[in-house]
């Protein structure tokens, strides 16, 4: 699970391995490891990579399916009106579905 995760991830900010690396400082094979499933990072790196990602080790580890949003510096006002659009974009995919 965590090698689909992480390169998902890596792939939805638009980052190609090497790009990925270098924000972890680690190399591009060291990625490619951890993304067919060769090599597992340590604790410290998961959470390096965790907080690149801004979701949780949980995430990662496929224990949940659920992401969060880090909305740490933002008003309540800011908050309610995130949160009407995700309410918008659930009920749009479930009017398509």
Request: glycine share 4%; charged share 20%.
């Amino acid at each position: 699970m965590f090698y689909e995760r992480i390169k998902e991830l890596r792939l939805s900010l638009g980052l190609n391995q090497v790009q990925f690396g270098r924000k972890l400082n680690v190399t591009k094979q060291c990625i490619s490891n951890w993304e067919n499933s060769n090599l597992q990072p340590s604790i410290d790196m998961l959470i390096r990579i965790a907080k690149t990602f801004s979701v949780s080790s949980d995430y990662l580890l496929g224990l949940t399916d659920r992401q969060t949003l880090d909305v740490s510096g933002l008003s309540a006002d800011q908050i309610l009106h995130l949160q009407a659009v995700v309410n918008d974009i659930k009920n749009s995919n479930d009017n398509n579905v």
